[in-house]
C-alpha cells in the first residue's frame, strides 16, 4: 500500500555508487563498517523521513512511496533520478592567487569554496586550477537499500520524533506536555548551549504544525535547576531530647515523737 504525501515513517537504508561500490551514507552500523564509512561520533539508528516532502532526493522519494511497512527494496537510480547528470559547464580554470594563502595547499580532489560555491580540485599547474561545481555523485548511479520499519501514527509520538529529529539526537533530554491543542516543550539546561538552539525551536515549530495539524499553541520552556546541594533529611541533626524532669525523692516524714506523760 503506497504511502500518502507526509506520512511519517522510520526507515533504515545504505546507500552506494553502482559501479564502484563505493559507500555513500548508512544509518546501520554495521553496513557502515563494512563500507568503510563509520564514524565513531556519529549515532546509528533508523531515519525519520516524511515522504513526499523533500527530505530525501527526488528520485528516492518517489520510489518510497510506493513501498509498505516492513519492505525491504533495492533501489537504482539513475544518474538524473539522483544527483543529476555531469554538466561540463560547472569545469572552471582559476588563478592559483584567488585562493589566497591557500595557494601552496591545493592539491587534486581537495573539496574547496571559492567564489562562494563548493568545488573539487581536478587540475593544478601552470598558475591555475581546475574546478569541478558539479556534485561529487553527478553522473553516477546510486543504489539503495531501503527497509521501511513502521509509520509514526499519534500526535504524541510524532511529536517526540520531531523534536528529537531537530536536536540530533539530543531530543529524548526534553519533556513535553500535549493537551488540549496545546505543546510545551521543556528544554533541560544542559542543551542551552546547542549552536544555532533559537533556530531549531523554529524547525521545532513548522515541523509540528505541519504534522500535527490538530496543533494550535506551542511553548518552550527553557528549565533551570539549583545546583547547590541540597541537605539529605538523614543527614540533619537530630533534635536533642528535652530532658525528663526528675522526680524528687521525698523521704518519708517522720512523726513527732508523742510527748511522754508528766509524773504526777
Same mark, same amino acid.
Given at each position: ?11 533504515? +537504508? ?9 559507500? =555513500? ?11 568503510? %564509512? +563509520?564514524?565513531?561520533?556519529?549515532? +546509528? !539508528? ?22 509498505? #511497512?516492513?519492505?525491504?527494496?533495492? %533501489? ?26 591557500? !595557494? ?31 556534485? $561529487?555523485?553527478?553522473?553516477?548511479? =546510486? #543504489?539503495?537499500?531501503?527497509? #521501511? ?45 546547542? !549552536? ?26 527553557? $528549565? ?15 533534635? !536533642? ?24
Amino acid at each position: 500500500m503506497a504511502f500518502e504525501k507526509g506520512t511519517l515513517i522510520f526507515a533504515n +537504508y545504505t546507500a552506494r555508487v553502482k559501479d564502484t561500490e563505493e559507500g =555513500i551514507e548508512s544509518t546501520v552500523e554495521d553496513e557502515a563498517k563494512k563500507l568503510k %564509512i +563509520y564514524e565513531e561520533s556519529r549515532k +546509528y !539508528e533508523p531515519r525519520l523521513v516524511a515522504v513526499g516532502e523533500g527530505w530525501l532526493i527526488a528520485g528516492l522519494d518517489a520510489e518510497v512511496a510506493k513501498l509498505s #511497512v516492513g519492505e525491504k527494496k533495492e %533501489i537504482e537510480l539513475p544518474p538524473e533520478k539522483a544527483f543529476g547528470v555531469r554538466d561540463p559547464t560547472q569545469l572552471r580554470m582559476i588563478p592559483l592567487r584567488k585562493f589566497g594563502e591557500r !595557494e601552496h595547499e591545493l592539491s587534486v580532489g581537495d573539496s574547496v569554496e571559492i567564489d562562494n560555491r563548493v568545488g573539487i580540485v581536478r587540475f593544478v599547474g601552470s598558475g591555475r586550477a581546475q574546478m569541478d561545481f558539479n556534485h $561529487r555523485l553527478a553522473g553516477k548511479s =546510486i #543504489v539503495y537499500d531501503f527497509q #521501511v520499519l513502521k509509520t509514526v501514527d499519534t500526535d504524541d509520538d510524532k511529536v517526540r520524533a520531531l523534536v528529537d529529529r531537530r536536536l540530533a539526537g539530543e531530543g529524548t533530554k526534553t519533556t513535553f506536555e500535549l493537551a488540549d491543542g496545546a505543546l510545551t516543550v521543556t528544554i533541560p539546561e544542559d542543551l542551552f548551549l546547542v !549552536e544555532g538552539l533559537q533556530i531549531i525551536k523554529r524547525g521545532i515549530a513548522n515541523d509540528v504544525f505541519k504534522f500535527v495539524p490538530s496543533l494550535r499553541a506551542l511553548t518552550f520552556v527553557e $528549565r533551570f535547576n539549583n545546583q547547590k546541594p541540597q541537605p539529605k533529611k538523614e543527614d540533619a541533626k537530630p533534635e !536533642e531530647p528535652k530532658p525528663e524532669l526528675k522526680e524528687q525523692a521525698t523521704k518519708p516524714r517522720r512523726k513527732k515523737a508523742e510527748a511522754a506523760p508528766r509524773a504526777a
